[in-house]
């Protein structure tokens, strides 16, 4: 049986390394691309308009494979400018574009006026019926459990994907939670035409981050995430470490507080920096409480392959547990 997702962005699995802000880079959509899956560069990962021109042509002599370049688009006091970001994935030849965040509604016409195949993330079915009615081409609904930013409604994987795969017209990816076979398998069982990561590709041989942070990943625990930026409503699964603690402990103080309060402590460089010095409570340290089930750093092809194996087991296992009716 065809795969919708396999059909729509012309790959061999099913299989999307979602946009990661500082992890997005080359180095890393190229393996996954090369394995078979979706790599995609993450846009605001580079600094300028120009400086994503030359990562997509960098990314481009390292892979002949499809790859996307993530774009996600939230309201800010200072944004860049994302239509210039637009232009450059326009005029580079791009194909896929992964977006997220309301903002990103603006720039659809524009992609898809240049037959890009654009996939939005929503943590919601409402959200995603939006995003549908407009003409996205797939949707990567995002679990409560995922990394970065969940939303305000707390709805887990095993609700949220087949109530979008019940809803939707279009191709339904999940997204959040899952780390192997086993929750690839998950999530088919539950309507879904392919699977997203991010953390997961984190602890990957390709991963552009120091190997402590992959190793601080395998040693985390599912309950070793940390919920930031509640009282501000615009909540982020994140490491738990000294950093986000810190931000905790401010956030519950009597009172609560305003971002000015904390940005020091959640500052991108400070992040930035985390991840490739190694330093693990040096900043703000985006993961999701698949971290858990994280045990070791494969490459991308050992990873994507594994997976599909795992997949194909777990269903014809979960299915020989059936009784006869």
Request: glycine share 10%; net charge negative; aromatic share 4%.
């Amino acid at each position: 049986m065809a795969n919708a997702v396999c059909e729509l962005l012309g790959i061999a699995y099913p299989i999307i390394q979602g946009g990661m802000q500082w992890v997005g880079r080359a180095e890393l959509a190229s393996a996954v691309s090369n394995a078979g899956g979706l790599g995609i560069l993450t846009g605001l990962t580079q600094p300028t308009p120009d400086a994503l021109r030359d990562e997509i042509a960098r990314c481009r002599e390292m892979t002949d494979k499809p790859f996307g370049v993530n774009m996600t688009l939230f309201p800010s006091i200072n944004p860049p400018p994302y239509s210039d970001y637009i232009d450059a994935i326009i005029d580079s030849g791009v194909q896929i574009v992964e977006t997220a965040g309301n903002e990103a509604i603006e720039f659809w016409p524009r992609l898809k006026a240049a037959d890009i195949t654009v996939i939005h993330k929503c943590v919601a079915v409402r959200y995603a019926l939006k995003a549908q009615s407009l003409g996205v081409d797939a949707i990567s609904i995002d679990g409560f459990e995922c990394a970065g930013h969940p939303g305000e409604e707390d709805v887990p994987g095993l609700v949220l994907i087949p109530a979008a795969a019940a809803a939707l017209d279009i191709p339904v990816i999940a997204s959040g939670g899952i780390a192997d076979g086993r929750g690839m398998a998950a999530a088919l069982a539950l309507g879904a035409q392919g699977v997203n990561m991010g953390t997961r590709f984190c602890a990957t041989l390709e991963a552009p981050i120091h190997d402590n942070i992959k190793q601080a990943l395998i040693n985390a625990s599912e309950r070793d995430t940390r919920l930031i930026f509640r009282s501000l409503r615009n909540t982020a699964r994140v490491l738990s470490n000294a950093v986000s603690n810190e931000v905790l402990s401010i956030e519950n103080q009597p009172g609560g507080c305003v971002f000015e309060d904390i940005r020091h402590l959640v500052a991108g460089r400070r992040g930035r920096e985390a991840l490739v010095s190694g330093d693990a409570n040096g900043g703000v340290i985006t993961a999701g409480m698949v971290a858990g089930l994280i045990d070791d750093i494969p490459s991308c092809a050992q990873l994507l392959k594994r997976m599909m194996v795992e997949c194909r087991e777990e269903l014809a296992r979960a299915q020989a547990r059936l009784p006869m009716l």
